[in-house]
C-alpha cells in the first residue's frame, strides 16, 4: 500500500511559478512510477506528467512541454512538479499518483493509488 499526500498548491498570478509536491508513504514506493494529474471544475480529471521509478524517462502534456518539470528523490520518497508561466487555463485541482510498476505512463485506469489533491488557482 502507498499512501500519497500533495502540498504547494496555491493562488499564483499568471506567469508565476509553483511547485507541488507529493510525499509518498508505504513500503511499496519502490518500483512505482509516479504520474501528477488534474481536474478542472466541470471536466474530467487529465495527465500532465510522468516520471519512471528512476527519474529516467518522463512525459507531458502537450500544453504544458516546456513550463512543467516532474522530478523525484527517491531518496526522500517525494515527486514534484515545478510548473513555471502558470496560465489560468492550468487552474485545477491537481493529483499525484503511483503506479505498481516502473514505467510511466499517461493512462489514468493505470495508476493504482491517489493522493486527495491540491488546489492550483491562476489569476489572470
Known amino acids: 500500500q502507498v499512501q500519497l499526500v500533495e502540498s504547494g498548491g496555491g493562488l499564483v498570478q499568471a506567469g508565476g511559478s509553483l511547485r507541488l509536491s507529493c510525499a509518498a508513504s508505504?513500503?511499496?514506493?519502490?518500483?512505482?512510477?509516479m504520474g501528477w494529474f488534474r481536474q478542472a471544475p466541470g471536466k474530467e480529471r487529465e495527465f500532465v506528467a510522468a516520471i519512471s521509478w528512476r527519474g529516467r524517462s518522463a512525459y507531458y502534456v502537450d500544453s504544458v512541454k516546456g513550463r512543467f518539470t516532474i522530478s523525484r528523490d527517491n531518496a526522500k520518497n517525494t515527486v514534484y512538479l515545478q510548473m513555471n508561466s502558470l496560465k489560468p487555463e492550468d487552474t485545477a485541482v491537481y493529483y499525484c499518483?503511483?503506479?505498481?510498476?516502473?514505467?510511466?505512463?499517461?493512462?489514468?485506469?493505470?495508476?493504482?493509488?491517489w493522493g486527495q489533491g491540491t488546489q492550483v488557482t491562476v489569476s489572470s
Open positions: 499518483a503511483a503506479r505498481r510498476v516502473a514505467a510511466p505512463t499517461g493512462r489514468i485506469n493505470e495508476y493504482d493509488y
Open positions: 508505504g513500503r511499496t514506493f519502490s518500483n512505482c512510477a
